[in-house]
């Protein structure tokens, strides 16, 4: 790879983690991350490949990329629910 492709590929990725930072809950497809960053598709395939072996992204089952660190959204909200435990029911 030239010097000049690097800093382009870097370029790349710096823009697509920028993106996943700024929109937390962005779940893109590949095809839909070439429409919205007007990517082909080898050089998109590269940036997602990286980001993915880098830790960044998650591929879900659904074939969506999303933030690796962001959990499940339903698991987050139920984390500060409380249980049943022996506060709850006492008048």
Known sequence: MTAHRWVELE???RRVRGEYREMLDLRLTRP?????????????QTVFDILVA???LQESPDGSF???????PW????K?????GP???RS
Request: hydrophobic share 30%; proline share 0%.
């Open 66 to 72: 999303r933030l690796a660190d962001t959990g499940v």
């Open 32 to 44: 839909q991350a070439e429409r919205l960053l007007s990517l082909d598709g080898a050089t998109c």
């Open 80 to 84: 500060n629910k409380r249980t049943n």
């Open 11 to 13: 370029t790349l990725l």
């Open 87 to 89: 506060e709850e029911g």
């Open 54 to 56: 880098e830790g960044f």
């Open 75 to 78: 698991q987050r909200a139920n």
